[in-house]
């Protein structure tokens, strides 16, 4: 009844001919368990997520997965500020850079392989484009893998820079330092340490029995 009244006292103060305002019609909603524009993602995919529309603080108590064209980020948990586009992951981070970057001169060219970064904890500052990973590090692309303590991936600069206790392994050669930053578009490498060390596998010398004969050299003759 109080509803109805004031609907006629708000009538009632309306100029002759003056219609009530209709209420838009409801937003169609995003798939179930998909938001977008969170954290600078295109779209985050979880069951579950807690945001507050005045500060821009969001908490995903579950796991999930963020994706924004070439990258597809997922872990167990995250926090972060959608209006700063930060986000911290937590727990079985893997960080899938799905389709190779383009140069911005040459859109057409082919610039660098896809990778994989997986950690324990991750860091993404989505306005600069930065990951930092801490625990764990794995980072495996074409035939190399490394693996560290800690590491920060840049995707404008195309720069993996990983330090302590850096190992990587490319085909049969390995490298082992302190300190390393690796160009995922070059492949330079520059590795620092106490020391550094390069390995590779030894040719293994052949006994001289077994070495192929040239063409046209006389055979050995056995005794009699």
Do not use: W
């Amino acid at each position: 009844m109080k509803r109805l009244l004031a609907a006629v006292a708000l009538a009632a103060m309306l100029p002759a001919g003056a219609a009530l305002a209709q209420s838009p019609p409801p937003a169609q909603s995003a798939l179930p368990g998909e938001f977008s524009n969170i954290g600078g993602f295109d779209s985050i995919t979880t069951r579950t997520i807690d945001t507050n529309l005045n500060t821009g603080d969001f908490s995903i108590p579950q796991r999930f997965t963020a994706s924004r064209s070439g990258t597809d980020i997922s872990a167990d948990h995250a926090t972060g500020n959608t209006r700063k586009k930060l986000v911290h992951a937590v727990g079985n981070v893997v960080v899938h850079r799905t389709s190779p970057l383009e140069d911005k001169n040459q859109l057409s060219k082919v610039t660098q392989e896809p990778s994989t970064l997986t950690c324990d904890k991750l860091d993404i500052d989505g306005t600069r484009k930065t990951y930092v990973a801490n625990g764990h590090v794995h980072f495996t692309q074409a035939s190399r893998d490394a693996t560290a303590d800690h590491g920060t991936l840049d995707d404008v600069s195309n720069e993996l820079h990983l330090y302590g206790n850096v190992h990587i392994r490319d085909k049969e050669q390995y490298l082992d330092a302190d300190d390393v930053v690796y160009n995922t578009k070059t492949g330079d490498v520059r590795a620092t340490g106490n020391p550094v060390m390069v390995r590779a596998p030894a040719s293994t010398p052949v006994p001289a029995g077994l070495l192929p004969t040239p063409a046209g050299s006389p055979k050995a003759k056995g005794k009699r």
